[in-house]
C-alpha cells in the first residue's frame, strides 16, 4: 500500500503527557491501516505540562517528529508572561519551510488548543495552498464561555476563528455539542465540520473480572489532573458527614491537582476522611492505567455548566472495565458518550452532594449484585482508537479528492455543476463505490455521478 502523508502540528505530543497527546498518539499509531504515514511537529516539552517518557516508546518507527524547543531562558522571559503559547510560533514557522521545501505533506493537520496553533495551518494554506485540515479539540470562541465576553483578546480570537473556519478544508470538532456549536456559529461553513470522538486502545487491556457478589469495600479512583473549574469537593462532602452509608469506600486520586489553590490531602482531613482518601500525585501512563483497571469505580470530574466537550480521560476510562461515576451535566457532550458506550455509569450535576451520593450508592449495589461494568462491546468499539482513527482517514481521503477535483474541474464559483455540496456528494460516493470519478473527463453532474455509481460511467 502506498501511504499519503500527513503533517501533524501540535503543542501536545509525546513525551508530554498531557490530555492532548493522547488523541495525537492515537492518530499516529493508527492511521497507517489506513493509508496515512503521519510526521509531527511540536515542542519536546512544555514548562507547564506532565512529561511521561514512556509515551514516546509508543509511537511508531518510522513515524518522524520534528522536535521544536519551547523558548526559554532570561531573553524570552518578558514575552513568556504575555504570550506563553504564541512565542513558539516563529520556531515552528521556522521550522515548516525547510520541512516544506524537503518533503510537501499531502495533508497538513494542526490541533488546539492552544488555537493559535491553527494559524500555522492558514499560513501553509494561504502560502503553499496546501490541504489542510484543523482539529479542535476544545471549543476556542464558539461554544466556550467566553463567547459572549467583550473584550480584545476575544474579539481577535474570533476573527482568527473566523478566518480558520473559512480557509481550512476541514474542521474537526471531538463531540457532537461541540460541532454543532461550530456549524450554529459559521454556517456557511458547515459541510465542511465534522465530528472525530476521542478513544482508547482496548488490546492494552487486560480482561478484568467481575466484581465478586457481596464482596465489602469498594474502590474509587481518579486518574489524571484537575484542571481549574473542576472541584472534587462535592464528591468529598458526599463520602464525609454524617454519611455512613459508603464507610467501606476508598479513594484514590492519582496526579496533580492544577485548579488553583485546591489542596486535597487538606480537604480530605477536613472532612474526617485522611484514613479513606489518598493522593499519589503524578504516576507514570502505564501506572495509571493499572490503577484504573483494578479500580471499582472510577470517578470523572467536570466542570458546572459545560455540555460542550468531553473531559479526555473519559476515553480511558471506557476501556479500562470500570463502572463510572460522571460528575457532568445530563445533557452534555460527556453523557452522551457515556450512554453510547453502554457501560455501566451514573451521572450527577459536579455540585449535588444528595445525587452524587445516591449515584455512589446505586452503583454500589450494582456492583456488589454481580452486574457487568461492560455489556455491549460493540457499542464500546466505536470509541476505540482504531475506530476514530478509520474515521479521519476517510475524511482526510474526501480532503484530498476534493482539491483534485477543484484543480480539475476549477473552484466552481458560478457553475452550479461544480458547486462545493455536489464536489462533496461526488467525494463521498467515490469512497462508497470505490472508483475515481475525478479521473474522468467529465464535468461532476448530477447525472454523471449516478453513472459513475451504477457503472455506466
Sequence with gaps: MSHRHLLLLTYHFPPSAASGSFRMLGFVRHL??????????????????PVDEQLFKQLPRDCVVHAVPYPQGRATKILRRFAPNGIWLPAAYRALRRIVAESRPDVVLTSGPPHCVHL??????????????ADFRDPWVVGDRQENWRSLRVS???????????????????APRAGARLKAGYPEQHEKIVVVTNGFD?????ERPLHPPGRSGLEIVHAGEIYFGRDPRPFLDALGGDN???????VRFLGRATGGDLDLTAEARRRGLDDRVECVGQVPYEASR????????????????RKVGVPAKLYEYLGSGPAILALTENDGDAAWVL?????????????????????????TACIEAGQA?????????????????????????????????????????GDPECSETNVRNVCALNSLCGKRFVSQDKKPTETNVWQAVSGDA
Excluded at 32 to 41: H, I, N, Q, S
Design 202 to 206: 482496548p488490546e492494552k487491556l487486560r
Design 120 to 133: 500555522l495551518g492558514l499560513w501553509l494554506k494561504r502560502r503553499y495552498g496546501m490541504s489542510w485540515a
Design 339 to 363: 450512554r453510547e458506550s453502554g457501560v455501566l455509569h451514573r451521572i450527577a450535576p459536579p455540585r449535588d452532594v444528595q445525587r452524587i451520593r445516591r449515584a455512589i450508592s446505586e452503583l
Design 244 to 250: 455512613r452509608d459508603h464507610e467501606g469506600v476508598r
Design 32 to 49: 497507517p491501516r489506513f493509508g496515512w504515514r503521519v510526521r509531527a511537529l511540536a515542542p519536546p516539552r512544555l514548562p507547564w505540562e
Design 156 to 174: 481577535l480570537a474570533r476573527h482568527c476563528e473566523r478566518a480558520i473556519l473559512r480557509h481550512a478544508d476541514l474542521v474537526i470538532a471531538n
Design 290 to 305: 493499572r490503577a484504573m483497571a483494578s479500580a471499582d469505580i472510577l470517578l470523572l470530574l467536570d466542570s458546572p455548566g
Design 373 to 413: 461494568a461492560q455489556s455491549a462491546p460493540d457499542r464500546l468499539f466505536a470509541f476505540t482508537r482504531e475506530s476514530t482513527a478509520s474515521v479521519l482517514a476517510k475524511q482526510l481521503d474526501m480532503v484530498l479528492q476534493r482539491d483534485a477535483m477543484e484543480i480539475r474541474f476549477g473552484s466552481g464559483k
